[in-house]
């Protein structure tokens, strides 16, 4: 009996989707690494095993890939975290970045928002749906200022943990550090709003 035909386009299509997660994956850690700017499509290729040439068949651009890292980190944890757990959950993945498969997406909005105009559009908008979900939880007027300074907490632990890795936050165990800021953020969402002379209003 012959054997039966080959799947070849079966096959293309499995390797195809395979080298785009090996790109996907590369760029995630690449950007948490080196911030936008630094991480070259050279490099992001290289560290995907890949010729750069396929970088562009799959993602077109360098900033195009930067916005599918972000929707398939930040903007998918929106999608599936209710805004309640949304902050610890942020959080805990900032300070377990190193284990496998953690959601790098702050660490490449830490390293990457600022130091260019290229990267803006993808991390500029991850803030605001950050912000927009996070506001929801006060229900006061001031929500967005409350949502801002809960985000800037945030992004100050990452900045202190992984890119300036001061002690003793850079070697905290996770559990300590969500003890100490999530009792304080409880507080941000339920602290009533404050009128000009400083009174609750």
């Known amino acids: 009996m012959a054997p039966a035909p080959s799947d070849s386009a079966g096959e293309r299509r499995r390797d195809a989707a395979a080298t785009r997660k090996r790109l996907l994956e590369a760029a995630r850690d690449l950007f ?11 490099d992001i290729a290289a560290r995907a095993g890949v010729n750069q040439a396929l970088l562009f068949r799959y993602f077109g651009s360098k900033r195009k890939l930067l916005a599918e890292v972000v929707a398939q980190g930040g903007l998918e944890r929106l999608r599936t975290t209710p805004p309640e757990q949304l902050f610890e959950t942020a959080l805990r993945s900032m300070l377990s970045q190193s284990a496998p498969g953690a959601d790098r997406t702050l660490e490449v909005y830490l390293r990457s928002i600022g130091r260019g105009d290229e990267a803006a559009g993808a991390l500029l908008g991850l803030g605001q749906e950050y912000q927009s979900a996070l506001a929801s939880l006060s229900g006061a007027e001031d929500g967005a200022l409350r949502a801002d300074l809960a985000m800037a907490w945030l992004l100050g632990i990452g900045l202190m943990r992984t890119v300036v890795a001061r002690e003793p936050l850079a070697g905290a165990e996770p559990d300590a550090v969500c003890r100490l800021v999530l009792d304080a953020v409880d507080r941000l969402w339920t602290a009533p709003p404050r009128g000009p002379d400083g009174a609750g209003l």
């Open 32 to 42: 948490a690494e080196r911030g936008y700017e630094a991480a070259t499509v050279r």
